[in-house]
């Protein structure tokens, strides 16, 4: 027997995968019983059309586990599920076939979305774009398979799901009535992530954080009975919104204010000087904004000091018609304060932002001596 040359590693492992199916000597036999079954329920990987290490690292601890249970004479129930039901999914969607949903259009049957991706996007039934979804996410598949096969994992092949088929899809709908009847499952208005395109709310998991240059806004709050201070920024759109200041309780330069009221500079409310340990001694001026709600540690603020809600931004992104003045509202110049207001309505959350910081500039937006003041200095970029 001659050997080759060269180790042609792609060609043995297509061999030996092909001879393991052929063979079928991880496939499940559904005749066993349950008590010589061993089941594995791994997490379905998103469809992503890539692999990393996590992956290779995570699967390849369960399928140590899975050939040890193997070995020792267990029946194998190992499937392999994939997770493409979602918002990234539906994005991908509208993206390669320019098509956006419209729950309310009725069925097309043997609809072809245009290919040439010119023009704004074709609009479809629900049932329409769930097609769309299973076409592209079978092709999806084909390619994650193979890839997730070349780690020669010890899968039963045969056994394949995915999140968006209709089997799935029942279950859970099935599963989230049955928590509905037991009450576990309600409707509430509660902080959340929100998608301004999808207008549905995110899972934390859908996520993706990225490093977008920025800017501190010194403001100077004023103080009821006399003094000021200045709050440093980025999101000086959501003054406006602001239910609090917190600074570290060991913050030399603020303990005399704890109790204490501030002003909030052109919309003149009241709001308290509150201490709490998260806040950072070292990050801008050391006093900053409790704003309902600009990210997760003002949610948890809101509820921690029980603080009023202040909701200025909508479903759609944008600044929603507010009226300072009444309960819930209040503010030491409502008049004033509706008036600034007004500039800022409807605006996007980085319109608002330069539209704030130009009233801040005016003289026009200044405050009265003690009840806060103008921008105090020039925007300073940060990275």
Known sequence: MELPKNYL??????????????????????????????????PPPTVS????????????????????RRMAGMNIFYPMGWDDNGLPTERRVQNFFNVRCDPYLPYQPDIKPRS?????????????????CRELTQIDEKAFEELWQQLGLSIDWDQ??????A???KTSQLSFLKLLARGHAYSVEAPTLWDVDFQTAVA???????????????????????GAFVVATTRPELLPACVAVVAHPEDNRYRGLFGKRAITPLFRVPVPILPDERASIDKGTGILMVCTFGDATDVEWWRQFHLPLRQIIGKEGRLVPIQ?????????????????????????????????????RDEGGGALPGLGAPLMEEPRRIE
């Open 9 to 42: 590693a792609a060609e043995v492992e297509r061999k030996w995968r092909a001879r393991w199916q052929e063979l079928g000597i991880h496939r499940w036999d559904s005749g066993r019983g349950r008590n010589e079954t061993f089941a594995v329920d791994s």
């Open 324 to 360: 300072f003045g009444l309960s819930g509202w209040e503010s030491l110049a409502p008049d004033a304060a509706n008036a600034f207001y007004a500039t800022l309505q409807g605006k996007d959350t980085t319109r608002a932002r330069s539209a704030v910081v130009e009233l801040l």
């Open 49 to 68: 059309g890539s692999l990393h290490v996590g992956h290779v690292f995570s699967y390849t601890h369960q399928d140590l586990l899975v050939r040890q």
């Open 116 to 132: 040439d991706h010119k023009g704004p996007p074709q609009v479809i039934s629900r049932t329409n774009f769930i097609e769309l």
């Open 160 to 165: 394949q799901y995915s999140t968006i088929d």
């Open 204 to 226: 934390q998991a859908e996520v993706e954080d990225r490093p977008v240059a920025g800017a501190f806004h010194h403001l100077q709050f004023g103080v009821e009975g006399g």
């Open 167 to 169: 089997h799935c899809r």
